[in-house]
């Protein structure tokens, strides 16, 4: 994919995004109601990052990939639009008091057992049926019992990829920087539109991130998940059936390790993860003094269910609750 091609891709996701930004700021009140957050420094801030971002980097990704690999746009398509949409139904519904004890995979499963479904279980199930969808679509092999493995392991990569980014959506900037550095490596070479779906995270997520640095908005699940399921079209688009393996079974260890290990514990306890981390945010709120409320938070409810770093609501990401 010549360099040019890639600038272009990354410059009309960016275009775009910033376009669906200053649409989102003229939504009605009652939307952005919805969207406002108060973070731990008592501050407001919007999830309407998450939406524009995600339906900016789709859309330059279907628009750009169209002509080269019509089926890989298709699965970008798909992926995109699938993961923003069910993530923003989590980022509402799942902030409301009824869902805050069920987050993770524990959670959701202990409400299924009383007999409710929770909106992080409905983002789940969306995440998956819109990455097997976007599996069927990317290169497989013409046997049928290829073509099933090659799925498979395309929507494992797809679906898995969603997941792991939103699990770094705790501190500013972090799912954008981790997005970034995971597109890296594929826009090196083209295949399949891979480097074009790549060139469009890349232009979505720099056009997001001083906000999100800046602590004005943030992600939300809708635009983790949603720069996670393109980033994982554009691997399975690259990679053959041992590389998608490979993958799927990275991903699945990160997930399974982010139910035991804190992620933000072991990026501070690493000097150069560290450092990769604090680069371009704020300085740190000062630690409240014991028994003190943190700004927006009632005092009656300073003990309450452990909060998000970013939002002060209870965190959505397993590992970190």
Not at 185 to 211: K, M
Not at 218 to 243: H, P, S, T
């Amino acid at each position: 994919m010549p360099p040019a091609r890639r600038f272009g891709t990354a410059t009309l996701a960016a275009a775009t995004t910033f376009a669906f930004r200053r649409a989102a700021a003229r939504l009605p009140a009652s939307i952005t109601e919805a969207l406002a957050r108060t973070n731990h420094r008592g501050e407001p801030v919007t999830l309407a990052e998450g939406p524009t971002t995600a339906l900016g980097a789709t859309l330059a990704a279907v628009i750009a990939t169209a002509g080269v690999a019509p089926r890989v746009a298709a699965a970008a398509g798909v992926a995109g639009l699938g993961a923003a949409a069910v993530g923003a139904y989590d980022d509402v519904v799942g902030a409301r008091p009824d869902q805050r004890a069920d987050k993770g995979f524990r959670g959701h499963l202990n409400a299924l057992r009383a007999g409710r479904v929770s909106a992080g279980a409905v983002k789940v199930a969306g995440v998956g049926a819109s990455a097997l969808v976007a599996g069927a679509l990317l290169p497989r092999s013409r046997s049928p019992l290829g073509a099933a493995v090659d799925t498979a392991l395309a929507a494992t990569v797809v679906a898995g990829a969603a997941n792991v980014v939103n699990l770094f959506d705790l501190r500013p900037g972090r799912a954008l920087k981790v997005g970034l550095l995971a597109a890296g490596p594929l826009l090196a070479g083209e295949r399949n539109g891979s480097a074009t779906v790549a060139s469009a995270v890349t232009g979505a997520a720099l056009t997001a991130l001083p906000d999100d640095l800046g602590e004005r908005s943030m992600l939300g699940d809708a635009g983790a998940n949603a720069v996670g399921a393109l980033l994982g079209v554009a691997a399975a688009a690259r990679l053959g059936r041992a590389g998608r393996a490979l993958t799927a079974a990275g991903l699945i260890g990160l997930m399974a390790a982010s139910e035991k290990v804190s992620f933000t514990a072991v990026i501070a306890r690493t000097p150069v993860l560290d450092a990769v981390d604090q680069w371009g945010r704020r300085a740190p709120h000062p630690e409240p003094a014991a028994g003190v409320p943190t700004a927006g938070e009632p005092a009656a409810e300073v003990t309450a269910a452990p909060t998000s770093p970013r939002t002060g609501e209870p965190g959505h990401a397993a590992g970190e609750r």
